[in-house]
T-cell receptor, first 120, second 112 residues
Framework: EAGVAQSPRYKIIEKRQSVAFWCNPI?????LYWYQQILGQGPKLLIQ????????DSQLPKDRFSAERLKGVDSTLKIQPAKLEDSAVYLC??????????????????FGPGTRLTVL | GQNIDQPTEMTATEGAIVQINCTYQ??????LFWYQQHAGEAPTFLSY????GLEEKGRFSSFLSRSKGYSYLLLKELQMKDSASYLC?????????????FGTGTQLKVEL
C-alpha cells in the first residue's frame, strides 16, 4: 500500500515570497491533516479536512496560510507571504477516520515525509 | 485546551529497558497514541490505547490509565536504532472529528 506522498521535500524562499505544498493521502483515507513542526517541538495541527470539508482550522494563521482539498483527495497548503518564523517542517497525514465521536484505531494517522521549509 | 507533559531527554544502555512517561489533561479524551520520529524523518505510528491497561507489541508496550491521565511507553531489549524522539499524542473529540495534540517529544539516546 502506498503511503502519504508530499512534494516538494525541501524548499528555500525569501521572506515575503509565496510557497505551496502538495499532499496525496493514502487511498481511501477520508481525513487529511496538515501539521507544522518546528525543530525540537511536536507537530502542531494547522488544519484538518474530512473529505473536502474543514473540520478544524483553529490554529491556522489565516492571514497568510490557506489550504484546500477540492475533490476530497489531494490537498495543497499555501503560505503567502512567508515570514522567517514559518521555517519548519510541514507534515501531511491521513487517517481512515470518518468523524465519529468514539475513538478507535481508524483514527491512527499516517504521515508523509514532510516538506522542510527554510525562509531567509 | 490540552496539556501534555513528557520528559525532554532520556539516556539508556543498549539491551536495557526504558520507560517513557506521559501525563495529560484534556476533555473529550478519545485515545492516546505513541509515535517514533527519527531525526529528519516523519513520525511513525507505534501504539494506540483507548482503554485502561497494557498493550504489547513485540519489544514495545504501551500503558494507559484514563483516571490518572497517564501513559507510558516501555521499550525492551534496547537497540541503537531505537535512538529517536518518542511523541505522546492525545486524541480528543472536538465536534467535527477527533483532533490529535502532540507533546514536545522525548529524545531517547541509546548508548553502548
Amino acid at each position: 500500500e502506498a503511503g502519504v506522498a508530499q512534494s516538494p521535500r525541501y524548499k528555500i524562499i525569501e521572506k515575503r515570497q509565496s510557497v505551496a505544498f502538495w499532499c496525496n493521502p493514502i487511498s481511501g483515507h477520508a481525513t487529511l491533516y496538515w501539521y507544522q513542526q518546528i525543530l525540537g517541538q511536536g507537530p502542531k495541527l494547522l488544519i484538518q479536512f474530512q473529505n473536502n470539508g474543514v473540520v478544524d482550522d483553529s490554529q491556522l494563521p489565516k492571514d497568510r496560510f490557506s489550504a484546500e482539498r477540492l475533490k476530497g483527495v489531494d490537498s495543497t497548503l499555501k503560505i503567502q507571504p512567508a515570514k522567517l518564523e514559518d521555517s519548519a517542517v510541514y507534515l501531511c497525514a491521513s487517517s481512515f477516520a470518518r468523524g465519529s465521536s468514539g475513538g478507535d484505531s481508524t483514527d491512527t494517522q499516517y504521515f508523509g515525509p514532510g516538506t522542510r521549509l527554510t525562509v531567509l | 485546551g490540552q496539556n501534555i507533559d513528557q520528559p525532554t531527554e532520556m539516556t539508556a544502555t543498549e539491551g536495557a529497558i526504558v520507560q517513557i512517561n506521559c501525563t495529560y489533561q484534556t476533555s473529550g479524551f478519545n485515545g492516546l497514541f505513541w509515535y517514533q520520529q527519527h531525526a529528519g524523518e516523519a513520525p511513525t505510528f507505534l501504539s494506540y490505547n483507548v482503554l485502561d491497561g497494557l498493550e504489547e507489541k513485540g519489544r514495545f508496550s504501551s500503558f494507559l490509565s484514563r483516571s490518572k491521565g497517564y501513559s507510558y511507553l516501555l521499550l525492551k531489549e534496547l537497540q541503537m536504532k531505537d535512538s529517536a524522539s518518542y511523541l505522546c499524542a492525545v486524541s480528543a473529540y472536538t465536534g467535527g472529528g477527533n483532533k490529535l495534540t502532540f507533546g514536545t517529544g522525548t529524545q531517547l539516546k541509546v548508548e553502548l
